[in-house]
């Protein structure tokens, strides 16, 4: 069975570009997360879904990000614009039924911003 | 509020040697507690978990306890190898509260062949 898809793996862009990261959850599963990571800041919670609908958003850094769920197979995580400081890894989980389930981590979008 | 604490790092261990890296919480209502690991250029992953007090959960050697008297969730190796070499994360969730997971700031561990 495959895991959590996302894509593209790695992406470097110019500071003022838009970004969009991809994530495929696991087949069956409800629930969705999107987390930040980097060296200062640690792992970070931006946004969950559950049932593609977005239940906590509180961690989303600003107006520049916003994601979307459109179906239970497909969300996107965008950045428009970005800036050198979104450089980070981009990792989506996903989970199944009312948890909290163990949570299964793709294998994440190292993002840079020039 | 819900919060997890565990022990700064990185931790450097020489090969064989016994591990323990530790972690307390706090939390309201009956969490779960897990440990999870992440290898370089890798996504976190499950190492293992515990549901209610005293319960052990184990895994690859590892193993920690669920001390609901000292809300803490120590995670145990009696030996470890160069390829536990990873970041460990303590992490909690709120049965029946909603899907989220707290996560710990995480534990660099180094092992020296």
């Known amino acids: 069975d495959a895991g959590v898809i996302q894509s593209p793996r790695h992406e470097v862009t110019e500071m003022g570009q838009e970004v969009t990261l991809r994530c495929k959850p696991i087949s069956g599963h409800n629930s969705l997360f999107w987390y930040r990571q980097t060296m200062m800041r640690g792992l970070e919670l931006l946004i969950y879904?559950?049932?593609?609908?977005?239940?906590?958003d509180s961690g989303m850094p600003e107006d520049r990000f916003s994601a979307k769920m459109p179906n239970a197979s497909f969300s996107t995580l965008k950045i428009q614009p970005s800036e050198p400081r979104d450089s980070a890894v981009y990792f989506c989980a996903s989970t199944k039924g009312q948890g909290p389930y163990e949570q299964y981590f793709g294998p994440g979008t190292r993002l840079t911003v020039t | 509020g819900n919060s997890v604490t565990q022990m700064e790092g990185p931790v450097t261990l020489s090969e064989e040697a016994f591990l323990t890296i530790n972690c307390t919480y706090t939390?309201?209502?009956?969490?779960?507690l897990f440990w999870y690991v992440q290898y370089p250029g890798e996504g976190l992953q499950l190492l293992l978990k515990a549901t209610k007090a005293d319960d052990k959960g184990s895994n690859k050697g590892f193993e920690a306890t669920y001390r609901k008297e000292t809300t803490s969730f120590h995670l145990e190796k009696g030996s470890v190898q160069v390829s536990d070499s990873a970041v460990y994360f303590c992490a909690l969730g709120i049965m029946n509260r909603d899907d989220k997971i707290i996560f710990g700031k995480g534990t660099r561990l180094h092992i020296l062949p």
């Open positions: 939390a309201t209502g009956y969490p779960s």
């Open positions: 879904f559950n049932n593609n609908v977005p239940i906590d």
